[in-house]
């Protein structure tokens, strides 16, 4: 077990759909950051938060969303759901602190598998 | 521009032999770090080292070896006596060193390992 939640495991939906994606990071860790991995495109970032803090943005469709609350969970709402869309969504977490101490080494929760019918 | 390349898609062993997986970066910054991560079937994302730019000291870790070469942007990863629990997806990432805490991960495309009994 990595430390990271990620809810639901998997999920089933159909196009135009929108679904919300959760995730807890380790205890400790500020910094949240998305990834989608699917087979044609691999693992691509999404977005990271930094304590409730947008902080970098990847390749993230407009349909997509995500916000970091005061507890530090982080959800990803992904709307308008087109069959492209379905894919492993993996949430990592990072330290706060100095690169020494581990800052930017990522723990990736179990993913959340998302399939778009 | 960021980018690593893991041109082996897929390799196949016998248990017991050595095998190495490449990772080929590109990056104009100065300071940077690489990371190998394993994604086992059951699909988690799993750190398994990470290395900066500034110690080339490749380094040894039980079974596993990185050889960190800056000269040839490289930073390959060598299974020695491979084991059937060996066969996952490995993949080679890249960070850059920002000011803003954010560390976010350019993976390659993964090399899918197959260890047969």
């Known amino acids: 077990d990595s430390g990271v939640t990620q809810t639901p495991k998997h999920l089933i939906t159909a196009t135009g759909q929108r679904v919300t994606l959760r995730c807890s990071p380790r205890s400790g860790d500020l910094s949240v950051y998305w990834y989608q991995q699917s087979l044609d495109q691999g693992l691509q970032f999404l977005i990271q938060?930094?304590?409730?803090?947008?902080?970098a943005k990847g390749n993230i469709l407009e349909r997509f969303s995500a916000q970091q609350f005061p507890d530090l969970h982080s959800e990803l709402n992904l709307s308008s759901l087109e069959l492209g869309d379905s894919a492993l969504y993996f949430c990592?977490?990072?330290?706060?602190?100095?690169?020494?101490?581990?800052?930017?080494?990522?723990?990736f929760g179990a993913g959340s598998r998302l399939t778009v019918l | 521009a960021q980018k690593v390349t893991q041109a082996q898609t897929e390799i196949s062993v016998v248990e017991k032999e050595d095998v190495t997986l490449d990772c080929v970066y590109e990056t104009r910054d100065t300071t940077y770090y690489l990371f190998w991560y394993k994604q086992p079937p059951s699909g988690e994302l799993v750190f398994l080292i990470r290395?900066?730019?500034?110690?080339?000291q490749n380094e040894i870790s039980g079974r596993y070896s990185w050889n960190f070469q800056k000269s040839t942007s490289s930073f390959n990863f060598t299974i020695t006596a491979s084991q059937v629990v060996d066969s996952a997806v490995y993949f080679c990432?890249?960070?850059?060193?920002?000011?803003?805490?954010?560390?976010?991960?350019?993976f390659g495309s993964g090399t899918r390992l197959l260890v047969r009994p």
């Open positions: 290395r900066n730019s500034f110690d080339e």
């Open positions: 990432a890249l960070s850059d060193f920002p000011m803003d805490s954010s560390y976010k991960l350019i």
């Open positions: 990592a977490s990072s330290a706060a602190g100095r690169i020494r101490s581990g800052a930017n080494v990522l723990t």
């Open positions: 938060y930094y304590n409730g803090e947008e902080r």
